[in-house]
């Protein structure tokens, strides 16, 4: 079982950038593929990217591609969402989640372990 943390959400313009974080705690980080998903106001659950164990391998939404860079670190135990050129319908409260078994997961009902969401808000 793995805990999961997310950091450094917060408010930005547009245009600007944030880095989010994703702390793990219990089993190790490398154990799973990961993944982050957001969740505007009024809106269902949207994928957003996913990296293998080893990090080898990434996938984006549509949406972040090119903008949005995924990456881990797994001596830390940690997972980072880069986001840069933001927009204001970038805002969402932002989740990591860890799956055992399959990449690229782009449905959220395949994750085992969520975090508890940090919130991202970009303003015109």
């Known amino acids: 079982q793995v805990q999961l943390v997310e950091t450094g959400g917060g408010l930005v313009q547009a245009g600007g950038s944030l880095r989010l974080s994703c702390a793990a705690s219990g089993r190790t980080l490398s154990s799973y593929n990961m993944g982050w998903f957001r969740r505007a106001p009024g809106k269902e659950r949207d994928f957003v990217a996913s990296?293998?164990?080893?990090?080898?391998?990434?996938y984006y939404a549509d949406s972040v591609k090119g903008r949005f860079t995924i990456s881990r670190d797994n001596a830390k135990n940690t997972m980072y969402l880069q986001m840069n050129s933001l927009k204001p319908e970038d805002t969402a409260v932002y989740s990591c989640?860890?799956?055992?078994?399959?990449?690229?997961?782009?449905?959220?009902?395949?994750?085992?372990?969520w975090g508890q969401g940090t919130q991202v808000t970009v303003s015109a």
């Open positions: 990296i293998s164990r080893s990090g080898g391998a990434t």
């Open positions: 989640a860890a799956v055992e078994r399959y990449y690229p997961a782009t449905k959220a009902n395949l994750y085992d372990y």
